[in-house]
C-alpha cells in the first residue's frame, strides 16, 4: 500500500502542470488512436476480442483512476458496479428485449446511483477504512446476485446468457469487430469527458479535496458533495463497462464479478500509474496479458509467476506507465535538443 | 471415323469417373477439420490452474499425463495427441478469451474436459454456434444433456440431479416416515442438487424439514448443524464439498447426533473427506458412487485399477493416488481416446461427435463394476448409474444393484 499511497501523496509535486500530467500530448494522443483503430484490420478475430476487453478493462481501471487519482478515495469495490452494470444490461437485453447499446446509458445511470448513494456513507471512512467498507461491497455482490429474490431476472447461480449484436446497417464486418469499434467509440467518449472532468471546476475540487481536505473545505468547497459525485462518477463509467463486458462476453454470472476482478482493476490502476488517466489502457493490457505470459512460463506456478513480476513492475517503476512515459519524453526532449 | 473420337471420349470419361471414384474414396480414408492431421490430433482443454477451484487443476494435468502415455504408446491410429490446456481461474470471462484462443488461434480440433458450470455456461453458446464439440464436460449440472438445443455439448459424469434422484429412491423405500434435514452449498451445485432431491420425492417432498445453505466463504458451518439437529430431523443429507463434508461429519460426531447421514458423491473420497474426519466418526455413512476410490484397499487387486496404479506410477508419480480427480482424470482422459479411435481416419467435428454419441458399453478402468457407458443421438449423459454404498471400517461397501438415476423427464 506504501507505493500507492506515496503516489497519491506525491502526485501533486510532480504534476506543476496538472493538465499534462493527466494526459497524452496531442500527438501522442493520435498516434494511439491510429494504432486503437488500425489495429483489428490486422488480426484474427479472437485477438479483436481481446483487444475490446483491453478497452473495457480500461475503462473500468479509468474510473477507478478518477475515484483515486482524482479524488484520493480508495475502493476496492470497483467489482460491485461493474456487476451491476453486467447485469442491468444482460437483464434489458435479454428480458427487456432492448437494443445494447441503449442499455448502457441506464446500466451508467443505476451505476452512479448506487455509487452515489454507497458514497454517502463512505464519506466517514477514508484511507484503509474506506477500502475496507468497499471490500465488502465486493464480496457480498456474488451473494446478492445468487439471492433466491432476484432469481427470476438473474438467473441465479447459473447466470444469463447474452445474444451478441450483430454489425448495423448490413456493415460487412464481423460482430467482433463491430464490437470492438462500438467499444472504442464509447471508450473514446468516456476519456474524453473524463480529462474534461479533471480540468473542470469540479476536477480541481476533486483534486483540492485529494490534496488536502480541511484546506479545500476552507476554500469553500463543499467537501461531502464532491466526494461522493466522485464516487457516482466512477462507479457510472464502471457500470458501462461492466455493461460493455456482459455484450463482448455472451454472459453474466456471479462468478465472474469477485473480489479477483476488483483487484486486478486496482492492479491496473497501480501499474498504469496512479492520477494519469492515459496509464489506464496500460494497466488494463497488464491485467489482461500478463496472466496469460505467466501461465506461459509456469502452468503449476502461474500465481507465483505474476507474482514475481507484478513485483518487479512496482520495484523498477513504482509510478507505473507514467514514470515510464516520463522517462521517455525527457528522453525525446533531449534527443530534439541534440 | 465416328467410332474413334467417340471411343476416345468413352475412354477419357472412364478415366475420370475412375479418377473421380479413387479419389472419393482417397478423401473417405482420410477426412480433417482444424486440429486434425497425419500425424497430430489438437485437443483443447480449459481448467482452473489458479483461483477458488485451483485443486480440480489435478485433474488437467492427469489428462495430460495421460496423453503423453498415449503417445509414448504410438498414439492414435498413428497419430500423436497434442494438448493444449489452459488456464481460467474459475471465470467465465476469462474462459470465453480461452475458448476463443483454443478455437481461432490454436486450432484445436475439439475442447475437452472443461471444468466448471459457470465456465461452460460462458462457452456453451460460443462453441456451439463455431460447432467445436465441447465434448465430457467437468460439471455434473443436468442442462448438459441437452442434444437437440446444444448438439455440440456433451456431459461425461452423472448429473447431480440423477444421484439425488437415487437417494429420494432409496429414502422412500428405507425410511418412508423419516424428518429429512438438508444442506447445501449455495452454488449451482447446490441448488441443481436440491431440485433433484425435491423431484425424486415428489409428493413426498414434506419429509424435507429443513433446509440450511452456506457459502464457500464461511471459516466453519458448525452453527448449521446445530440448527439442523434442533428440528429433530432423523436423517442429513450433507450436499457439500470436501472440506465441508469432513467438518459436518466431525461436527455430528461432537453434537452426538446420529441421523442417517447421506454424503453427496463429490465428498464420498476416503481420502480427502473421511480420514480426515475420523473413520470412527464415519461409521453407517451413505452415499453413492460410479467410479473406483484410489484410496480403497478393495480396489488393490482389480485389474483396471493396477493399470491405473501403473499409469501413475510411470507417467504421474507425483500425484496423490487418494485424489478423487486424479481417477477422474484417467476416467475421462480414456473416455476420450475412445472416441478418437472409434473416429479411425474420419477426424471431422461432426465424426467426433457422432461417434461420442455412440459409446456402447464402454468401460473405463476407474468406473465400477458394472457402471458402463452409453450414449446415443437422444443421450447425451455418459454416465448415469451409481451405486449405493456405506461406509464400513476403514472402506466403503457398496450394496444393492447398479441404479439408473436416468431423468424420467
Redesign the interface.
Known amino acids: 500500500m506504501s507505493a500507492i499511497d506515496e503516489a497519491v501523496t506525491e502526485a501533486p509535486a510532480v504534476e506543476a502542470v496538472p493538465k499534462r500530467a493527466m494526459t497524452l500530448g496531442y500527438g501522442a494522443s493520435l498516434a494511439m488512436l491510429v494504432l486503437l483503430i488500425g489495429a483489428p484490420l490486422f488480426v ?4 479483436i ?2 483487444l475490446t ?1 483491453l478497452l473495457i478493462y480500461a475503462l473500468a481501471v479509468l474510473a477507478l483512476n478518477i475515484l483515486t487519482g482524482g479524488s484520493g478515495q480508495f475502493s476496492l469495490g470497483q467489482s460491485a458496479f461493474y456487476a451491476v452494470g453486467a447485469y442491468t444490461s444482460a437483464i434489458l437485453m435479454e428480458h427487456a428485449g432492448m437494443n445494447y447499446a441503449l442499455t448502457l446509458p441506464i446500466a451508467g445511470v443505476i451505476c452512479f446511483g448506487f455509487g452515489f448513494l454507497f458514497g454517502q456513507p463512505a464519506l466517514r471512512l477514508s484511507g484503509v477504512y474506506l477500502a475496507l467498507a468497499t471490500f465488502a461491497l465486493a ?1 457480498a455482490m456474488p ?1 446478492l446476485l ?1 439471492l433466491g429474490y432476484f432469481e427470476h431476472w438473474t438467473g ?4 444469463l ?1 447474452v445474444t451478441k449484436p450483430d454489425a448495423p446497417f448490413g456493415l460487412p464486418i464481423s460482430q467482433d469487430m463491430w464490437l470492438y469499434y462500438f467499444t472504442l467509440a464509447v471508450t473514446i467518449a468516456i476519456y474524453i469527458f473524463s480529462v474534461n472532468l479533471l480540468r473542470s471546476r469540479s476536477g480541481r475540487a476533486f483534486m483540492a479535496i485529494r490534496d488536502n481536505e480541511i484546506a479545500a473545505s476552507a476554500m469553500g468547497i463543499d467537501v461531502a458533495l464532491y466526494k461522493t459525485l466522485a464516487f457516482g462518477v466512477s462507479a457510472g463509467i464502471t457500470g458501462v463497462a461492466g455493461g460493455l ?1 456482459a455484450i463482448a ?3 453474466v ?4 464479478y ?1 473480489i ?2 476488483a483487484i486486478s482493476l486496482f492492479l491496473g490502476m497501480v501499474v498504469g500509474g496512479v492520477g494519469w488517466l492515459p496509464g489506464s489502457i496500460v494497466g488494463s493490457a497488464f491485467i489482461i496479458f500478463v ?1 496469460n505470459i505467466a ?1 506461459g512460463i509456469s ?2 506456478l ?2 507465483a509467476v505474476f507474482g514475481v513480476l507484478l513485483f518487479l513492475v512496482i520495484f523498477l517503476v513504482p509510478h507505473g506507465a507514467r514514470q515510464v512515459a516520463m522517462v521517455a519524453q525527457h528522453l525525446l526532449g533531449k534527443l530534439r535538443k541534440n | 471415323m465416328l467410332a474413334r473420337p467417340k471411343l476416345r471420349i468413352a475412354a477419357f470419361s472412364t478415366a475420370v469417373i475412375a479418377f473421380a471414384a479413387m479419389s472419393g474414396s482417397a478423401l473417405a480414408q482420410k477426412k480433417y477439420d482444424t486440429g486434425a492431421t497425419d500425424t497430430e490430433i489438437k485437443i483443447g482443454n480449459i481448467m482452473p ?4 477451484a485451483s485443486a480440480y ?1 489435478v485433474i488437467g ?1 492427469t489428462e495430460e499425463a495421460y496423453f503423453k502415455k498415449i503417445n509414448a504408446e504410438g498414439g492414435i491410429n498413428g497419430r500423436k495427441i497434442n494438448f493444449v ?3 481460467d ?5 476469462k474462459a ?2 480461452q475458448a ?2 483454443l ?3 490454436d486450432e484445436v480440433l475439439l475442447v475437452f474436459n472443461p471444468l ?3 465456465s461452460n ?2 462457452i ?3 462453441l456451439n454456434s463455431k460447432k467445436v464439440p465441447q465434448l465430457f464436460v467437468a460439471t455434473g449440472a443436468t ?1 448438459w444433456n441437452d442434444p437437440k438445443d446444444f448438439p455440440w455439448t456433451m456431459g461425461w459424469q452423472p448429473s447431480y440431479q440423477s444421484e439425488a434422484r437415487i437417494y429420494a429412491k432409496y429414502l422412500m423405500k428405507e425410511k418412508p416416515d423419516g424428518k429429512i434435514a438438508i444442506m447445501y452449498q ?3 451445485f447446490g ?1 441443481d442438487y436440491l431440485k433433484g432431491l425435491k423431484d425424486g420425492l415428489g409428493a413426498k417432498a414434506s419429509m424435507i424439514v429443513a433446509e440450511e445453505s452456506y ?1 464457500t ?1 464461511e471459516p466453519t458451518i458448525d452453527n448449521h448443524i446445530v440448527k439442523l439437529k434442533a428440528t429433530g430431523a432423523d436423517v442429513f443429507i450433507s450436499i457439500t464439498t470436501p472440506k465441508f463434508a469432513a467438518q459436518a461429519i466431525k461436527k455430528l460426531a461432537e453434537i452426538e447426533w446420529k441421523p442417517l447421514h447421506i454424503v453427496s458423491n463429490v465428498s464420498a473420497s476416503v481420502g480427502s473427506v473421511i480420514k480426515p474426519a475420523g473413520f470412527e466418526n464415519a461409521q453407517g455413512i451413505l452415499s453413492a458412487a460410479y467410479a473406483k476410490d484410489g484410496a480403497d484397499s478393495q480396489w488393490d487387486n482389480d485389474p483396471g485399477m493396477k493399470k491405473f496404479y501403473a499409469f501413475l506410477e510411470k507417467y504421474y508419480p507425483e500425484a496423490n493416488k487418494l485424489d478423487g480427480s486424479v481417477v477422474y482424470g484417467y476416467g475421462v482422459a480414456q473416455t476420450l481416446v475412445k472416441v478418437l479411435e472409434m473416429s479411425g481416419d474420419n477426424l471431422t467435428r461432426e465424426n467426433v461427435m457422432k461417434q461420442a454419441a455412440s459409446l456402447k458399453d464402454f468401460t473405463p478402468d476407474t468406473l465400477l463394476p458394472g457402471v458402463k457407458i452409453n450414449t446415443s443421438a437422444t443421450d447425451f449423459a455418459p454416465i448415469s448409474q451409481l451405486q449405493m454404498m456405506r461406509f464400513k471400517g476403514e472402506k466403503w461397501d457398496l450394496f444393492g444393484d447398479i441404479i439408473s438415476g436416468e431423468l424420467s423427464n
Request: aromatic share 10%; hydrophobic share 20%; net charge positive.
Open positions: 484474427k478475430n479472437f485477438i476480442f481481446q476487453m464480496t451473494q445468487k441465479g447461480v447459473q447466470g446468457v463486458g462476453v455472451q454472459f454470472a456471479p462468478d465472474g469477485t479477483t476482478l496472466p501461465e502452468k503449476g502461474s500465481g | 490452474y489458479s483461483g477458488p487443476g494435468k490446456s489452459y488456464d481461474g474459475y471465470s467465465p470471462p470465453v478469451e476463443r484462443k478455437v481461432e488461434s466448471g458450470t459457470p455456461s460462458a456453451q453458446k460460443y442442462k449455495n452454488d449451482d441448488k457459502e466463504t
